[in-house]
């Protein structure tokens, strides 16, 4: 334990001023001090929420108030997040770049959510077929797409286990990969075996629901 206070205190002699200043302001609690970083976290919060849903939400029928309001909501949970986790802040990185990783990743969850609820919700299979991995997913005319799409978010709902859908539907959604393995707390290349497990299953329930062909 010593040594962990140790090595927390070095780290946090070698942070950049602007991140110590947040990080001192934030680990109080309470306080004007704190109330103030927190004002300040949530409306640069507010504005990287409100870019990532207005450059993502168009995919997935969301406009209009209701995607101000899902900015809004993930800058909040977002902050939530930092404020519990603060301590845990090793200065790998500037400290808004650390903030960053928070409200794109409560964008992306909430987008997910969102998409699996709207029946008739978009499944972006151009996008899809471009995720890292060897599976392939076999060509489909236009007419046909929409039928796959139905029956892909029935095989990430069914086929998947927790965290394979966690994963491939924030790939699916954009969430940056160095990004989703700092707060998976893994690495690229366990995120892109996950990938890879994860489109062979959904491949095989489309092949065996004849939505896919086997051959190829």
């Known amino acids: ?7 927390t205190t070095r780290r946090r002699r070698q942070l950049d001023p602007e991140s110590a200043a947040w990080v001192d302001a934030l680990e109080d609690g309470r306080g004007p001090r704190y109330e103030q970083a927190c004002t300040r976290l949530h409306e640069l919060l507010v504005r990287i929420a409100k870019d ?18 899902l900015a809004h909501q993930a800058a909040a949970d977002a902050l939530m997040r930092i404020t519990r986790k603060v301590r845990e802040f090793r200065g790998d990185a500037r400290f808004t770049t650390w903030a960053y990783r928070f409200v794109v990743l409560e964008v992306s969850s909430k987008l997910s959510r969102h998409f699996w609820r709207v029946a008739h919700a978009r499944f972006d299979l151009e996008e899809w077929a471009q995720v890292p991995d ?14 796959l799409a139905d029956a892909v978010r029935d095989a990430v709902r069914t086929a998947l286990s927790a965290h394979q859908r966690e994963v491939f539907t924030a790939v699916v959604n954009g969430v940056p990969l160095d990004t989703l393995a700092g707060e998976l707390e893994t690495n690229r290349n366990a995120l ?11 491949r095989a329930q489309l092949i065996a629901n004849g939505h896919l062909s086997a051959a190829g």
Not at 57 to 65: D, E, F, H, K, V
Not at 134 to 147: C, I, L, Y
């Open 1 to 7: 334990m010593h040594a962990a206070n140790a090595e």
């Open 52 to 69: 990532q849903v207005l450059r993502r939400g168009s995919r997935y029928l969301i406009a209009g108030p209701e995607l101000d309001d």
């Open 134 to 147: 060897h599976a392939g997913v076999d060509p489909v005319s236009q007419s046909q797409a929409r039928e």
């Open 192 to 202: 892109y075996k996950t990938m890879f497990d994860a489109r062979k299953k959904l």
